[in-house]
């Protein structure tokens, strides 16, 4: 039985290239790769740019990373180099089969 892969899309939400953004786009996509091989989309929004966008997932905090799919959707601040963190926040440690 093969199921279709879940499409994760993510929002990492940062302030211009900061050390801090930099750092979170970059560990983002090594989980995703580690994890969610090809099955992933990162959208950054730099909120330098356009700070409107920061409404629409009610971030406060940058950097800040939102997982819109799969739902429930899901946040977290900081630069993501806690992986254990990342992974148990973002709920990808069920790719785990037996």
């Known amino acids: 039985m093969t199921d279709k892969p879940e ?3 993510l929002k990492l939400y940062v302030a211009g290239a900061s050390p801090k953004s930099i750092t979170a786009f970059q ?3 090594a989980i995703c790769e580690q994890n969610v091989p090809g099955q992933y989309e990162i959208e950054v929004i730099d909120l330098v740019k356009n700070p409107r966008l920061a409404a629409d997932d009610q971030i ?3 950097p800040a990373l939102v997982r819109r799919l799969p739902e429930p959707i899901r946040k977290i601040i900081g630069d993501l180099s806690n992986t254990e963190r990342v992974l148990v926040g973002l709920n990808m440690k069920r790719l785990e089969t037996t």
């Open 7 to 9: 499409k994760w899309l």
């Open 27 to 29: 560990n983002i996509k």
């Open 60 to 62: 406060i905090a940058l």
